[in-house]
């Protein structure tokens, strides 16, 4: 009889509400930083402008493609399991 190993608990990927709260946060922080990017377009001079500007026009770009790559350790793999064994309850007749 053949034993499978079990999946750890640390070795399972975070569950799809997780997943999507993590990257709703690094989007939300990205776009955040814009929104400051934005507002100091009308406050600084030289090449501060610039600089701003850069980052009011890139960060939608670089905060969708941060928020959908996945993050953290590769899981391991999953084990299939073994032959299906089927157990019958006993009849009456080979009971005697």
Known sequence: MAFMKQQSITSL???PEAARR????????A???RMVCIVLLLFVHDWWLLVCAAGAIVLPYFAV????VHGGAPAGTV???GAIEVYR????????
Not at 89 to 96: A, F, I, V
């Open 13 to 15: 990927p975070p569950s």
């Open 22 to 29: 993590a990257r709703m946060i690094k989007y939300s922080v």
């Open 31 to 33: 776009m955040g930083i």
């Open 65 to 68: 493609v941060v928020a959908n």
């Open 79 to 81: 084990l299939r399991p």
């Open 89 to 96: 309850k006993p009849d009456d007749k080979d009971q005697k």
